[in-house]
């Protein structure tokens, strides 16, 4: 049966309760409503949503220490100093590196390196050891993306072996910060330029927008040396996958981003977007985010050969051809692992014994999917859930939160005392401990989450606004595309619809379902697809009444154009 700890709200009702009216302007109403909803009733704002002039955007030099690392970057240059690039191995950090070196080399510079480190053997961080390698290597200037900001003793290393290092990062800074030669992160206490909402690849894109601007006023580069819109395909790809708000700056440079990775002429993304039917038709964030990132992401859970940084850079067409392939088999073990993996879980929960929390370890889970694994499980049982791999005495794991009111890295920090390591964030956080101090973890986390509420929260979701079946048409659909993108703080519109009955249900492979509706009068009709539909999703639906929540889609299958639903919740009147 239907969960009864998910709340449905109607933003448009929280919109109205604060007295916003509806939109000015030849809008249709349900357009209006919508944009009420998302509380945009600005006809100036309606305006630059629709055309996202790029001359809205921020001049780069508003972030702190960007105008002193151009300066030392451009002194490197000119020095001929060996430069290396250290970016995180997630597709953020990976697409950063991407337009990075790309950027640079076409601004020519070509004394360069980069440098990723593993995601299974290394794991996430600027690393001492890296450093001293990259000192072997004849290294002077290190420059990071997405990643470093708290990186106190990689760049003290640095500092021995008489490299000078560039943070460029977003992440929140701790209380002591790196001595680094200057450190770039717009969310820093000091930065004034209001970017805090960039990811790695964006805060790198900035890095490089000043940098050509300030080569050209030296007479170091011209113009037509770097087309800096074509760097505005790695910035999609980072700011949509590392789920950053889509507001301000973002949102103008993803709206143009997307257009032009659509229309890519790099090898390795063509290639691989063709091989997914992402091809003769615009380009949407969740193509990119849901369809296009998982794949690449399977490179670096599965390391079993190239990285996505591989498929970026690969100027041959043949050789990009050889890649996708092991792109999509690669992400097949990954959808292998991760299946096994939840089955595993879901079966180990049934005897678990705590209310507030779920802990599930296992030597069979690959360390590469337990945040899916455990997001999976977050969000189908409500509950903060920590996943981890037993491996030689030790377990590593991930740990997730269900909702925004838990926080599972506070509830690391409770447990700290037996951990090896841990950090993150409050909703997504990493852990280890040796396997002798399993129970005693175990037990820290029910004394923390005892403590932090006694009951469990609903998850709520929240959605624009009513529609009815008859609604749902082709002009609603290009209406909704024009005021897109959508993501992170702007998320796609999900439009809830009652008193539907029930005409057919179809079971899919994966546990996919496609079911057909139609209104109370049996006037109108329209299939909806149901990804990883409940159990309780099956025929003895047939003829009853449902309310759902349907995200409107177009399908494109063999060169037709159609529209779709599909539901994301959904409950027996």
Known sequence: MPSKKVLWRSREEVAVEKGLSLPSGELPYLIQKF???????????????????????????????????????????????????????????????????????????????????????EGYGFHPHA?????????????????????????????????????????QPAETLP????????????DQSGLGYLCGAGVAFYLLRN??????ELNLAKDGDL????????????????????????????????????????????????????TGRPLTSQDVSIRFAPKLNALSRMEEGILPIHIFLEKDVEQAKLMVTQVLDSNQHRVDHQQSGELEAFEKIKSWTFDKFIFVSSPQFHKGVLGLIATKVAQQMNKPTFVGV????????????????WNVLAALTATSGILNRFGGHYSAAGFELNQKYKESFIQ????????????????????????????????????????????????????????LIVGQVYALKGNHKKLMFFDKDR???????????????DKTLINQSVRVLVEPQWNYFSGNLNLQLLIREMVIN
């Not at 001293?132 to 990643?147: A, H, P, Y």
């Not at 001595?179 to 000091?190: E, Y």
Request: charge should be negative; include cysteine; hydrophobic fraction near 40%.
């Open 35 to 121: 944009l009420r909803a998302r509380e945009v009733i600005d006809s100036d704002e309606i305006k630059k949503m629709v055309s996202a002039p790029i001359g809205d955007l921020k001049d780069p030099s508003s972030i702190h220490g960007l105008d002193q690392a151009v300066q030392r970057i451009i002194k490197a240059q000119e020095a001929n100093e060996k430069i290396c690039i250290y970016a995180d191995f997630d597709l953020d950090g990976t697409s950063g590196l991407a337009l990075l070196y790309e950027g640079l080399e076409a601004l020519g510079f070509h004394n360069l390196i980069y440098y990723q480190p593993k995601r299974l053997s």
């Open 131 to 171: 450093v001293e390698d990259l000192s072997n290597q004849g290294v002077s200037l290190i420059i990071t993306v997405d990643v470093g900001i708290t990186a106190l003793e990689a760049v003290q290393t640095a500092k021995e072996k008489n490299i000078d290092v560039i943070i460029t990062d977003h992440h």
């Open 179 to 190: 001595v680094a030669q200057v450190i770039v992160n717009p969310n820093l206490p000091t």
């Open 211 to 216: 940098l050509k601007k300030k080569l050209i």
């Open 227 to 278: 087309d800096l819109k074509k760097s505005l395909e790695f910035f999609t790809i980072g700011t949509l996958t590392d789920m950053v708000p889509l507001v301000g700056d973002n949102r103008i440079l993803v709206k143009h981003g997307l257009i032009y990775l659509e229309k890519t002429e790099r090898p390795g993304l063509r290639c691989l977007l063709n091989s997914l039917g992402l």
């Open 390 to 405: 037993e491996v030689d005495g030790v377990i590593m794991g991930s740990a997730r939160a269900p909702n925004p009111d």
């Open 444 to 499: 820290g986390l029910h004394e923390h989450f005892e403590v932090e509420g006694s009951e469990l929260r609903p998850r709520i979701v929240e959605y624009d606004c009513n529609l009815q079946l008859h609604e749902v048409t082709t002009s609603l659909m290009r209406w909704l595309d024009v005021l897109g993108p959508y993501g992170q703080a702007f998320p796609p519109p999900l439009f809830a619809m009652t008193d």
């Open 523 to 537: 006037q109108n009709k329209s299939e909806a697809l149901y990804f990883s539909a409940p159990e309780w999703i």
